[in-house]
């Protein structure tokens, strides 16, 4: 099931315009857009029988064969210095929402997390400090850190020092255009379930 969420995370990056994303990865968090677009993605590829559902049983994504989920899916939204100041927080609600959909669907059907983390590519000027959303977090890891390459770095970094306390993982990043002049590119990871079922 990872490469069919894999799969569908490409058709989402190539069928919408790049700067579209970008505008709305700067100005909200990504986490239902993209949900919405990736849901639409998936439902494309599915056999006559199948379905995907959104919010079924408040869980963010379902593949359903007849009324019986095969897939659930969790997605969960941030921006790099969130990673670089606080990753285990995001860890938590990962581990989080995949026990509650393990829970939701009983034993068999796969479940799985996707992480993304708006990066962008350098420091917010302050007349957009009212347009772009966390600008002033950006900033500060930028300013912490030294450039806006550095904090991505640390962000993948802290990812995947945790990557091992999951089933699966695999990582993908979108190269999105630009809106006010700054790119915008978001990091993100598909993961299985926690190989130890712990909250942080």
Known sequence: MILELTQAVDRVAQAIDPNELAFLAMT?????????????ALALAMPNDERIAREWNRCDLAWLSGSAPRLLVELKACYSFDLVSQPEIYFGHLRRDLLKARILAGPGPACFAVLMATHLSGPVPAALYDTVKYARGINSAIAKLGTAEHVRTRAIEEVERRLSGFCEAKAFQLKFGSYLGISVEVLGWIVGESSTQESA
Do not use: M, V
């Open 28 to 40: 909200s968090k990504l986490e239902f857009p993209f949900r919405d677009r990736l849901a639409y």
